[in-house]
């Protein structure tokens, strides 16, 4: 949280002008509670003692989450930031007047967040449902922002921009960990991978193979007998009679049935539409426009399958190219290694040689250079 302070600060100055703590019910200053009061308390570290006191805690509002229908439901979290603040105190030899350690609070309930809201507080009147600390979504924004209204103001945090010389970690020194991984013998690295990928984006297109057909489509039969139906019956018996002799009368026969009927058939479509009305071609011609065979639609429309434009493979196949990238989240392969050469750990993390601390240079506004 402090290094996003950092990271959003205004020449490394971050104002925070009131602090909301959300906190359960409890009675008890248990260990979730001491940790973030701890949080809250730390800030102060980065502040300038010669212009601020030390007391955060008029800064800050404590939200319980909850009716709170007895009074002490709201001590484990006040005790926490008291014990916070008399530890500083004592650690730094200040001069604070215990009296003054008080933290306000709102207790809060928001009975409509979701639909299974109970109905008893639909039934309450205002004034009876303010007092048991419940509050609709819409009235508990006001109250909020009436309360912090009477809070001083907070306290504004500073940070010191460093680099250490060894690890390159960048930032207030306050915030790196302990130890440095060193980036001498061996020099950090990236965690480098090699991932296949495509350079160009996917299109629609049709897998085909390509074939030519007609534009147009042949009309339903009429359901009569047209001369060209007993042309083309005659005509195919005709033509499946002759190799079908060779198979004696059976054979003679039914061959000659067969194409009887498929001679038929054609006639059908010569009789009813005899020629596309694009090309003005018979329909036993060759076809006018391209047709998937895949997917029977014609080649113009919508494909039938996504293809990269780089290679042409399809969408499920892996990348035609490969490249170079570095395994670290947000890490860019061009800029600084991210790596520990030694350990394999990222650069800023607990450092894998004990015995080496941070080589600091600092760089404070309007100071020189100074190494610590």
Excluded at 95 to 108: F, G, P, R, S, Y
Excluded at 292 to 319: Q, V
Aim: hydrophobic share 35%.
């Amino acid at each position: 949280m402090l290094t996003l302070m950092q990271k959003n600060s205004v020449n490394n100055k971050f104002k925070i002008d009131f602090i909301l703590w959300f906190c359960l019910e409890s009675e008890r200053c248990d260990q979730t509670l001491q940790r973030g009061a701890s949080f809250i308390q730390n800030l102060v570290e980065y502040a300038d003692l010669n212009e601020f006191d030390g007391n955060i805690w008029k800064s800050v509002l404590i939200i319980i989450k909850g009716p709170m229908l007895s009074p002490s439901l709201c001590e484990g979290s006040k005790i926490a930031a008291k014990l916070a603040m008399m530890k500083f105190i004592n650690e730094k030899n200040l001069d604070v007047d215990e009296c003054n350690i008080k933290v306000d609070h709102l207790a809060c309930w928001i009975f409509d967040l979701n639909d299974n809201s109970s109905d008893i507080y639909k039934t309450m009147s205002i004034e009876q449902r303010l007092s048991w600390n419940v509050y609709l979504k819409d009235e508990i924004g006001e109250k909020v922002r009436n309360r912090i209204s009477y809070l001083p103001f907070g306290v504004e945090i500073f940070f010191i921009q460093a680099k250490c010389k060894r690890c390159n970690c960048l930032g207030d020194p306050r915030l790196f960990d302990k130890h440095c991984h060193p980036n001498i013998n061996p020099s950090p690295r990236h965690n480098i991978h090699v991932e296949r990928y495509h350079p160009n984006n996917l299109i629609r297109d049709h897998s085909g193979p390509v074939i030519l057909v007609h534009s147009d489509r042949p009309r339903s039969s009429t359901g009569k007998i047209l001369p060209t139906m007993i042309s083309g019956a005659i005509t195919g018996a005709a033509a499946a009679a002759r190799p079908a002799s060779a198979a004696g009368p059976a054979g003679l026969a039914a061959g000659t049935i067969a194409g009887g009927i498929v001679g038929a058939a054609a006639g059908v479509i010569l009789s009813s539409n005899e020629k596309c009305r694009d090309c003005h071609r018979s329909f036993l011609e060759q076809g006018c426009v391209k047709q998937c065979s895949g997917c029977n639609r014609f080649w113009g429309e919508s494909g039938c399958r996504w293809k990269y434009t780089c290679c042409g493979w399809e969408e499920t196949k892996s990348g035609c190219e490969t490249r170079h990238i570095c395994g670290t989240p947000e890490c860019d392969i061009e800029i600084d290694p991210c790596i520990c050469g030694a350990c394999g750990m990222l650069l800023g993390t607990e450092g894998c040689t004990k015995d080496i601390e941070h080589d600091v240079v600092c760089n404070d506004e309007g100071s020189d250079t100074e190494s610590f």
